[in-house]
């Protein structure tokens, strides 16, 4: 009896967590040529610098690099480089939470390390977020188109 | 007794020093102890003074001044003693150094070791000495009554009672300097020896007359005759006719002629501002003779015998002196090239001709002889002294030599005329000549020089800035001269402010303001300077492709002495034509791409930034939908060569893929879902993939590592003949292209 009374409090925290995911679409794909949009390496601002810690980071993609102010979703190469500890990249849209997901596994031992994408966007001026876990690392977003 | 300094000479002194520099010399043997001279260079010609060669024949030569520095100073921190140094270029020295009232000449060896001597000497041990010399003041009285001279109200100038000065400014008086074809004759036939002797007999007297009398002697005007007839044709002791009557020539002749030679605009040689004008003579009297206190001042003319003597009648008076040197050999006259086994003596070993000339300008800057300076009951009192006059070494004014004051006589004494170091190089030294010498002559130079200039400048200053010093108050009618210690001078040095840019710390800036008459006053600041430098910027947005209609803030930062303001421009950096909006950030949205800058302005100066070009890029105008098709292997370098397979790509190289029409993707797709691998990397790098036929737009796909392989996920946007391009940067590389669908 004990057992099962903490069986379904257990229970009631998983459905907590596993609720609200939203879905949305169907999306048209517009190509762009590929464009560099974020590369912390830069100086420090708003597209650049400093490297990622496990703070969120907030980045604009809409507006550049071809991207409309009307784009849903976009098409990225994300990478990596000089990563300070073995970690991973969060990449989503702005306007949720941070999501428990990973884009992305590195290592220091990486040089640098690329992985492609296709993320929604926030709908802020700041519309895509991205987080590392673990340490330091600076990330590279290329955009290779958008989806509406 | 006579020391030697071997070998060493002054060469290091040679080289050239800004006037103020302060400099020690150290271990010097005056008389019985090794001393320190504490010195200061120091100018003696104007730095645009007009120094003149007459050849007699109507040809006249500017010449420069001597290529010697010289320095002013005294025997460790003992402000009762001198020290004048005369440095030659070739590290020769001349130089006089007088401490315990004792006098001691520097001179050095005319050879290559150049070994300094300091030796002592004595007026009439001298052997250059002519204990004659006389001053025929009394009958040049014009203005002051004979008897005890007031102390005068304390003016401008803030003179108190005990002589002691309050401000801070010394004053300048401008000479012009004339001299003979005998002076010359005696110095060598050498205009050089002329302008040497000329330049250290002035720089000598200054060291006493800023000792006593904060004022700065400054050559402003020499000349020098080198032939027959010229202008001076009296000869004192020679016969002569005067006002169409035979006479005996007097120094009061000589001085008569010089005055009618400066009154006349045609024979006139400098019409610049100057306080006096001495004639330095080599004729035959050892004797001088100038009017008192006639110092910035205008000529005057002399009628009924109210100049003193009828000689003068007719003639012009002013301030003018007279010193002759005298009958002097060219032995015993003070030539630079002249030596003793080997020594160098030339001015002021000599110091009798010192001596005139520091006396007679004396006189024109309304110094009394002491000897006619009768002291008051009440004076007497004062001093606590029993003595009728000043100096007692002549009985009256003028009836000859008697005894010798317990201070020994001033410069403007007969004291000299009882023996060796009877008359003391200086103008004041107790109470008495304190209060009755030194004020009334530093009275009379106050009253007739401009107010003394007040330099306002700020406490501190930066060294990029070239930064303004001002005169607060400048009085119309009055011309500037700048100097600078440890910094440049920008542009002109003769303005009521100036520019300048400190090279070191303090900076020390001089102005000497000089009015019409030729009398000026001098006033300097210590200015400490801050090194800093112009802003550095610290961050700027970078270059960005925007896509249009958008726009993006320009923002840029920058550290370094504020405030920092900052202007953008649209186009190449440092082409300020095209400024963008004022502030920062500023909002950009261009509609076709453009470059900005920024340039970011502190108090030190300015920067400009790199350029930041947006891109404009137009998003398409149709979307595209997603298609599957099976997996399929588009190409694989490690196959045998062609279209899908080898070579490997090498470094920095590229490679155009053809992906429609392949691996059932039609002609129509516009991008293709995909999987690239690198195979087994040997190095570090990266594959890029692109639209064909566009330079490649800095993109990455796939970063590698040596020995492992890897794939990645991508998006390949095509060209529209369907194809991609490969960029690889690292080592030569194999790679894969797999799909799995296409957008279209």
Redesign the interface.
């Known amino acids: 009896m004990r057992r099962l009374i903490l069986l379904a409090f257990l229970v009631a925290a998983l459905g907590m967590t596993s609720s609200a995911l939203a879905q949305s679409g169907p999306y048209q794909y517009f190509p762009l040529s590929p464009c560099r949009v974020v590369d912390t390496r830069g100086a420090n601002g708003t597209n650049g610098g400093p490297a990622l810690t496990n703070a969120i980071r907030s980045f604009t993609v809409r507006g550049f690099c071809g991207v409309p102010t009307s784009a849903k979703a976009v098409s990225l190469n994300v990478t990596v480089t000089g990563a300070s500890a073995s970690s991973w990249l969060t990449v989503w849209p702005s306007n949720v939470a941070k999501p428990f997901v990973s884009m992305l596994n590195f290592e220091p031992a990486d040089a640098a390390l690329a992985n492609g994408v296709i993320v929604g966007l926030g709908t802020a001026s700041q519309d895509l977020s991205v987080a590392n876990a673990v340490g330091g690392v600076h990330c590279i977003i290329d955009v290779t188109g958008y989806f509406q | 007794m006579e020391s030697r300094i071997e070998g060493r000479g002054f060469r290091g002194l040679s080289r050239p020093l800004a006037p103020g520099t302060r400099i020690s010399l150290e271990r010097i043997p005056v008389g019985d102890t090794v001393a320190t001279l504490e010195l200061e260079r120091f100018e003696v010609w104007a730095p645009d003074a007009e120094i003149v060669v007459e050849y007699g024949d109507g040809r006249r030569e500017k010449v420069g001044p001597p290529p010697v520095q010289y320095f002013r100073g005294t025997v460790g921190d003992d402000p009762d003693s001198m020290v004048f140094v005369a440095v030659r270029t070739d590290g020769a020295v001349e130089g006089m150094v007088i401490s315990n009232d004792r006098r001691y000449r520097m001179n050095s060896r005319n050879d290559e070791a150049k070994d300094v001597f300091v030796e002592e000497v004595g007026l009439a041990d001298d052997p250059d000495a002519e204990p004659g010399f006389t001053c025929d003041l009394d009958k040049t009285r014009l203005e002051t009554p004979r008897g005890v001279p007031t102390v005068r109200s304390d003016a401008a100038g803030g003179v108190t009672a005990n002589g002691t000065l309050s401000a801070t400014g010394t004053w300048t008086l401008n000479l012009a300097i004339e001299t003979d074809f005998e002076l010359y004759t005696d110095l060598g036939n050498s205009v050089a020896n002329v302008n040497t002797f000329i330049g250290n007999l002035v720089g000598a007297a200054s060291v006493i007359y800023q000792r006593d009398l904060r004022t700065d002697l400054v050559i402003a005007f020499s000349r020098v005759q080198t032939a027959v007839g010229d202008p001076f044709t009296v000869n004192p002791g020679s016969a002569g006719t005067w006002n169409g009557v035979g006479t005996t020539f007097g120094t009061s002749h000589a001085l008569a002629e010089l005055g009618d030679i400066w009154a006349n605009a045609g024979t006139r040689p400098f019409s610049g501002p100057r306080s006096s004008v001495v004639l330095v003579s080599g004729k035959n009297q050892t004797a001088g003779v100038a009017w008192i206190g006639r110092s910035c001042q205008g000529d005057f003319t002399c009628s009924g015998g109210n100049c003193g003597d009828a000689l003068y009648n007719g003639h012009t008076g002013g301030a003018y002196a007279y010193v002759g040197l005298g009958n002097q050999t060219s032995t015993t006259v003070p030539n630079p090239n002249n030596t003793n086994n080997g020594v160098l003596y030339g001015l002021p070993s000599n110091y009798w001709a010192l001596l005139g000339f520091a006396h007679e300008l004396g006189h024109n800057v309304d110094g009394p002889h002491t000897h006619c300076v009768s002291l008051t009951p009440e004076q007497k009192t004062q001093y606590g002294v029993t003595r009728n006059y000043i100096d007692e070494c002549v009985t009256g004014c003028f009836a000859g030599p008697t005894s010798v004051p317990p201070e020994k006589g001033t410069i403007m004494s007969y004291c000299h005329l009882l023996g060796s170091s009877q008359s003391r190089f200086l103008f004041g030294r107790t109470l008495e000549t304190s209060e009755l010498m030194v004020n009334r002559i530093r009275n009379y130079i106050n009253s007739r020089t401009p107010a003394s200039p007040a330099i306002s400048v700020p406490s501190s200053l930066d060294v990029n800035t070239s930064s303004n010093a001002t005169i607060s108050a400048p009085v119309g009618g009055i011309t500037y001269n700048w100097s600078i210690v440890n910094g440049t001078i920008n542009g002109a040095t003769t303005g009521s402010s100036i520019n300048f840019t400190a090279t070191a710390n303090p900076v020390t800036l001089r102005v000497r303001g000089t009015n019409a008459s030729g009398c000026a006053a001098s006033e300097s600041v210590n200015v400490t300077v801050n090194t800093c430098g112009p802003p550095v910027i ?5 270059s ?9 803030n320009l ?1 840029a930062t920058a550290s370094g002495a504020g405030p920092i303001t900052y202007q953008w421009y649209v186009g190449t950096p440092g082409n300020t034509s095209t400024p963008a909006a004022v502030g920062n950030p500023i909002s950009a949205s261009p509609v076709s791409t453009t470059t900005y800058w920024v340039r970011a302005t502190g108090s030190c100066g300015s920067v400009d930034s790199s350029a930041v070009t947006l891109s404009v ?4 105008a ?5 298609y599957i098709v099976t997996p399929c292997r588009i190409i694989d370098t490690r196959d045998p060569d062609g279209p899908a397979g080898g070579p490997a790509l090498a470094n920095l190289a590229m490679r155009n893929v053809q992906i429609a029409g392949v691996c059932g993707i039609p002609n129509a797709a ?2 293709v879902v995909a999987n690239v691998t690198a195979i087994f990397p040997s190095a ?1 790098g ?1 594959l ?4 064909a036929g ?1 330079p490649w ?7 590698y ?1 040596a020995g492992k392989t ?1 794939g ?7 060209s529209g003949d369907g194809r991609v391009t490969a960029f690889n940067s690292g080592a030569t590389q194999h790679f894969i292209i797999d799909v799995t669908g296409y ?1 279209q």
């Open positions: 610290t961050s700027i947005t970078p960005a492709t925007l896509t249009l209609g958008s726009g993006v923002e890029v137009t998003p398409p149709t979307g595209t939908s997603l516009t991008a570090v990266f890029s993939f692109y639209p566009v737009p800095g993109n990455s796909t796939l970063n590592r890897r990645n996920n991508a998006i390949l946007v095509l957008y």
